[in-house]
């Protein structure tokens, strides 16, 4: 019986892995699709506030993601949930927010509008809405589980952490110049953008599907 990470594709090597791992976790927080609704709640504010803001749901981004990456095999052994169960899961619901990206709108899991709102009238939304769950989101959660509970060594774990890092920093970056980018990009930019990594991110999560199908015998498996 081969072990699970023997037949996941995308871990036949590091590099492979690292694309899926920076890739979907970017794709899924995706920071340009929030930049309409982070600059709707932000409008009372000026730039030092805003950049103060984009910091802490940065920084909560990264918290949070870190957190259940860290606890996601615990997670699994507490409830009895085997790592099939919750590819497949995952799969699904980045099937889901990919469709939706697809379509240029931004999942309701991750944003909503009431929660654009209800943003509107606090002094403060770094936290929330805007760190959990409109880039924290249960994509980005329940895949940064999926890749930490299916990692084969030390290395791939450590790569996942890096792309949490690296997609909360850039997160900052976006939110902290959202005015100038919507300038330059416009909404058919950010919607054309949006488009392009929906389509990879619903491949992503057919192979997150496919995976779990290997790992319950439904599908053929190999090396």
């Not at 959660?141 to 997609?167: C, E, K, N, Q, Y």
């Not at 990594?197 to 439904?218: E, R």
């Amino acid at each position: 019986m081969p072990q699970a990470w023997q037949i996941h594709s995308f871990f036949s090597s590091l590099g492979a892995f690292s694309l899926v791992a920076f890739s979907s976790v970017f794709f899924l927080v995706d920071p340009f699709a929030a930049i309409p609704a982070f600059l709707a709640m932000t409008t009372r504010h000026d730039a030092p506030e805003r950049k103060r803001m984009a910091r802490r749901a940065a920084w909560t981004c990264f918290g949070v993601l870190s957190a259940f990456a860290f606890l996601g095999s615990m997670i699994f052994r507490m409830f009895g949930i085997t790592l099939a169960a919750f590819e497949i899961a995952g799969g699904l619901i980045l099937l889901l927010v990919g469709l939706e990206m697809i379509q240029a709108r931004r999942s309701t899991t991750q944003e909503h509008t009431s929660d654009t709102l209800e943003g509107a009238a606090k002094e403060d939304i770094g936290i929330a809405p805007l760190g959990v769950p409109m880039l924290a989101g249960p994509g980005a959660i329940s895949t940064v589980m999926v890749l930490t509970g299916a990692s084969p060594r030390w290395l791939h774990i450590l790569v996942v952490f890096l792309a949490i890092i690296l997609t909360s920093y850039a997160s900052y970056l976006v939110l902290a110049g959202a005015d100038r980018i919507r300038r330059r990009l416009g909404e058919t930019g950010i919607r054309i953008m949006m488009r392009m990594m929906g389509l990879l991110l619903t491949a992503i999560a057919v192979q997150f599907v496919i995976n779990g199908l290997t790992l319950i015998g439904v599908v053929p498996g190999g090396r």
